[in-house]
């Protein structure tokens, strides 16, 4: 295994993967896209993607892992939102529109039991995607 993979750590990242999910999350008009984030994300993943999210928090003590996860995230959202942002501080509005996201996705994926209100689900996109927007409108 360490032969092959480097580590445990190693070995885990090349089973499970953020990117696919992520892959052109930040694409598409501007205008209205913090709902369209968190759409794609909350109401179209499927228990794959959740189950995935799971196993990196679970293990993001691990050095390996944490930058693993830092790096997908910078990669498919941070860094190009930050290049399409107009007005002041496009890179630190684009890290907190990161940050609010994997904020959202522990609450609802790994603090909390799945939540089968489908409505309420709905209106939590909503509300938060207008939050979202005002980082990206600023």
Known sequence: ????????EGLFLETVSVDE???????GPLEGLGERILERL???SGEE??????ALVG??????????????????????????????D????????????????MKLWVLEPPC????RVERLVRIYGYALQVLIDV
């Open 1 to 8: 295994m360490i032969r092959h993979f480097g580590s445990k």
């Open 21 to 27: 999910g992520l892959r052109g999350i930040t694409d």
């Open 42 to 44: 909350v109401l179209r």
């Open 49 to 54: 993607q959740q189950r995935v999210f799971r």
């Open 59 to 88: 293990a993001i003590d691990r050095a390996e892992v944490r930058t693993y996860f830092e790096q997908s995230a910078n990669r498919h959202v941070s860094q190009p939102l930050s290049q399409r942002l107009e007005g002041p």
């Open 90 to 105: 496009p890179e630190l509005r684009a890290e907190l529109v990161t940050a609010q996201i994997a904020g959202l996705l």
């Open 116 to 119: 089968e209100d489908k409505a």
